[in-house]
């Protein structure tokens, strides 16, 4: 038997361990079912439902735009995980929303005939400064995590939350349900990318999530939730974050992934496997001017720097805490001002 063979092919199959999300990136939010079509730009949303006459989708940016052509009009769009007073146009003429039947963050229209859709929060151009939480690693806290959810609804300032992933234990399709459902009593979307505890099961996040890397902009200021959940980042998924860096030097820009660049505390398996990548990486952010860094993965709280760039590691959702560290169950309470960039990051503790 030929040993060599095997080898080989087992060291290709490790160059690039995230493969498979880039693929499922390129086809998420695109579908055809019961002679209507639904095509979500930049794939920024899951497809949970598409028939003659009616459609869910989950969102997975503040703003969607999509081209929608309905086998059957009236046409029932509901979007899930958006602003409670989220707007709709269709071809640029305004449509309103049916009465509220469900959770504050599911709008229903009902639209009369195909064309161009725009969703997007009433202040998507506002260019004043605005908050947004981070939240990561929530596990198996799954049944825990309502009291960090009322205490970000008792801040209406939170525009959204943006989390770095892992929001299960596991990444099953009942779990990624179950974490929705109790998204249900949050008054604000989350959008997040995808943790190492996701990993088991890519196409349930594909799924009920949509991609596994988002990029938007909202209010002037650009965000990119990068996948890391294989501790890297695929090279195809690089030659998307270059441009996205390039196109936004200069302004605010927060980049968040799920495992930390390198660690803020030596060597202990929390951070990239390769640290040359990582340094690699660092120096493009450096030179992209990105404003801040946010990680998870570790459940704690660090606030360091790397190349110059101010960096947070949140890891407060729940999940089994680092020892003796003190910090326990928290969130990021981040003021971002489109002119100046981050104005401050707090740390919220729950518990």
């Known amino acids: 038997m030929n040993r060599t063979f095997p080898l080989l092919l087992l060291m290709v199959a490790c160059l690039r361990p995230s493969e498979g999300h880039v693929d499922l990136d390129a086809i998420v939010g695109d579908e055809t079912a019961e002679g209507s079509t639904l095509t979500i730009d930049g794939g920024l ?14 969102a997975a940016a503040p703003i969607l735009e999509l081209d929608l052509d309905p086998a059957v009009t009236p046409f029932t769009l509901e979007v899930r995980n958006v602003v409670s007073d989220a707007e709709l146009t269709l071809d640029g003429v305004p449509v309103a929303p049916e009465a509220p039947s469900g959770p504050e963050t599911w709008v ?8 161009r859709v725009r969703v997007a929060p009433p202040d998507a151009n506002d260019l004043s400064p605005h908050r947004v939480a981070v939240l990561s690693d929530i596990q198996s ?13 008792e801040d209406d300032s939170i525009r959204f939350v943006i989390s770095t992933g892992d929001l299960t234990d596991n990444g099953t399709f009942d779990q990624l349900v179950r974490f ?9 979307p989350l959008y997040s990318t995808a943790g190492n505890h996701e990993v088991p099961g890519p196409e349930n996040w594909h799924d009920l999530f949509g991609p596994f890397s988002v990029y938007f902009e909202f209010r002037g200021v650009a965000y990119a939730l990068v996948d890391s959940s294989n501790a890297t980042i695929d090279p195809a998924e690089m030659d998307q974050l270059r441009p996205w860096l390039d196109a936004h030097v200069g302004g605010p820009h927060l980049f968040l992934t799920h495992v930390p660049l390198l660690d803020a505390s ?5 951070a990239f496997r390769s640290r040359n990548e990582a340094a690699r990486l660092i120096n493009l952010l450096a030179e992209s001017e990105v404003d801040a860094l946010f990680f998870g993965h570790v459940h704690s709280y660090y606030a360091y720097s790397l190349g110059g760039i101010d960096t947070y590691i949140s ?24 002119a100046t960039g981050i104005q401050s990051v707090g740390l919220v503790r729950v518990d």
Request: glycine share 18%; charged share 25%.
């Open 180 to 188: 929705q459902e109790e998204m249900e009593q949050l008054s604000v």
């Open 141 to 153: 806290a799954i049944g825990e995590v309502q009291d960090i959810y009322g205490r970000m609804n």
């Open 108 to 115: 229903t229209w009902v639209l009369d005939g195909p064309g």
């Open 266 to 270: 030596g060597l202990r398996s929390g």
């Open 45 to 58: 949303g899951a497809i949970h439902r598409l028939g003659a006459a009616e459609a869910t989708v989950w």
């Open 315 to 338: 890891g407060g959702g729940g999940a089994i805490e680092e020892e003796l560290d003190g910090i326990a169950r928290h969130y990021l309470a981040v003021d971002v001002d489109p």
